[in-house]
């Protein structure tokens, strides 16, 4: 959560050293790396049974601040938080090549889309940030995704099957599109599968709506034209229209997970054309 609300503040435009939300980001970054573990890992495996999720979304957020960090000592601090997350990320990677909700090595080799995802996306954010991540482990997670894409361009719960799902359908486009996959010979079919799903904002789907239109907007976004501007307009009334306001305060209360994961999303959504992370930009 800390980490999924770090990056909708960056998306604001501040930092953490200008920006009226540079206070509370240098606060998350500070939190995020006390949380780092001697095995790379961002996070404690002994109070969170899913902890690949907040490690994914730690090295996105914390790879997004690094350019901009000042201080000598913070920098190195977190090259050297960063540099350990991808060597776990690596070792955590399924035989597959995806990741489950746990390091293969304690999950007995599972793996499961909406964390892939998650993996992927950090580690291309500490890639443009300059922190190595060898090649094989994105070439191993963009096999993992084909792999797991069905005929109908949907893309299953894991290796292992569990149907297509239109939320990881949309999370696997935007993976490939993070990691410069945009021509890749999936992708027509992907796409089309999640705007027959995801198309209509209003129609749920299978999965967690706001989840899904996290990824799928970033999709949408990529795409540009027509399409984006039709989707925002849609989505930007949707989404302004279910916020609760409380006093100076403005939040999403619904959500399966809670109201900061989906505040932290829908702010994401809103905050995309700002273009302010390398990650998010066309």
Excluded at 81 to 99: H, I, N, P, Y
Excluded at 261 to 266: D, L, Q
Aim: net charge negative; hydrophobic share 35%.
């Amino acid at each position: 959560m800390t980490a999924l609300a770090g990056t909708a503040m960056l998306l604001e435009g501040s930092t953490t050293t200008q920006g009226r939300y540079a206070d509370p980001i240098r606060q998350a970054v500070d939190y995020l790396v006390s949380r780092g573990r001697v095995n790379g890992l961002i996070g404690d495996p002994k109070s969170d049974d899913r902890y690949t999720y907040g490690h994914g979304f730690s090295m996105l957020f914390l790879s997004q601040v690094l350019g901009e960090e000042e201080d000598e000592r913070r920098r190195e601090e977190l090259v050297r938080v960063l540099t350990k997350a991808v060597e776990f990320s690596g070792r955590a990677q399924t035989a597959d090549g995806g990741w489950g909700y746990v390091s293969a090595k304690d999950g007995n080799n599972f793996d499961e889309g909406s964390t892939t995802i998650t993996q992927v996306q950090g580690l291309r954010g500490c890639r443009n940030a300059g922190v190595p991540v060898p090649r094989e482990i994105i070439d191993k997670a963009i096999a993992y995704i084909h792999k797991c894409t069905m005929p109908d361009g949907g893309v299953q719960y894991s290796s292992k099957g569990g149907g297509g799902r239109p939320a990881i359908s949309a999370a696997a486009i935007a993976c490939l599109f993070n990691a410069g996959e945009y021509d890749d010979t999936h992708v027509p079919r992907m796409l089309d599968y999640a705007e027959k799903h995801l198309g209509n904002i209003g129609n749920n789907g299978f999965g967690h709506w706001h989840y899904a239109h996290f990824y799928y907007a970033q999709v949408m976004y990529r795409e540009g034209g027509r399409k984006w501007e039709a989707y925002r307009g849609q989505m930007e009334k949707r989404l302004l229209a279910e916020g609760q306001a409380d006093g100076d305060l403005l939040f999403w209360p619904q959500g399966y997970i809670g109201p900061v994961y989906t505040t932290a999303t829908n702010l994401t959504i809103l905050q995309l054309e700002n273009g302010t992370l390398p990650i998010y930009q066309r």
